[in-house]
Structure formats: structure tokens, C-alpha cells
């Protein structure tokens, strides 16, 4: 937990009247070489981190809403138009 916490990071950007809402990575993947009795390789550490982002926005907002990874979109109590797609 400690890792996900120092490796990745929850940000926000607000251009020309666009938020964005975004998770990164702080610091690249690790990669290590590696020889076994199998064979040699290369080895790549990586971890699993999940956020949820809640907004609270205008009622009569446009929204147009994107996400990857097989997240879900839930989009409540706005009458402006929205389009939601996963990327």
C-alpha cells in the first residue's frame, strides 16, 4: 500500500474550462534482469491501484465523460447533455 500510495498519484488539470481527472504514475516501471534455471528474462514489477473520482458539478453542466479499464461511469442529478464513453 505504501508503494501505490508513493508510485501513483490522483491529479487534476483545468484548461480553458476542461477538468481533467487523471491517475499517474510517479515513477516508471521497475525492469530486472533475471537468469534462472529456466532460462534468463526480463522481469517487470508493477502494481494494481484503483481511485474513484466523485464531482460535484452545475446541474445544467455539459459533461462529456471518459474512462479505461473497464470502469464504470455514473452520472446523476445533471439535465445538460453528457456523453460517456470507455477508452
Known amino acids: 500500500m505504501d508503494r501505490a500510495k508513493r508510485d501513483v498519484k490522483a491529479r487534476c488539470t483545468n484548461t480553458d474550462g476542461l477538468a481533467k ?3 499517474e504514475r510517479t515513477v516508471p516501471l521497475q525492469t530486472a ?15 494494481q491501484v484503483r481511485y474513484d473520482f466523485q464531482r460535484e458539478v452545475p446541474r445544467r453542466v455539459n459533461l462529456d465523460l471518459r474512462t479505461v479499464n473497464d470502469a464504470g461511469i455514473t ?13
Request: aromatic share 10%; with cysteine; hydrophobic share 35%.
Open 21 to 23: 481527472f487523471y491517475v
Open 33 to 47: 534482469e533475471t537468469t534462472t534455471a529456466a532460462g534468463a528474462g526480463t522481469m517487470t514489477t508493477s502494481i
Open 75 to 87: 452520472v446523476k442529478g445533471t439535465s445538460g447533455n453528457f456523453a460517456a464513453c470507455r477508452q
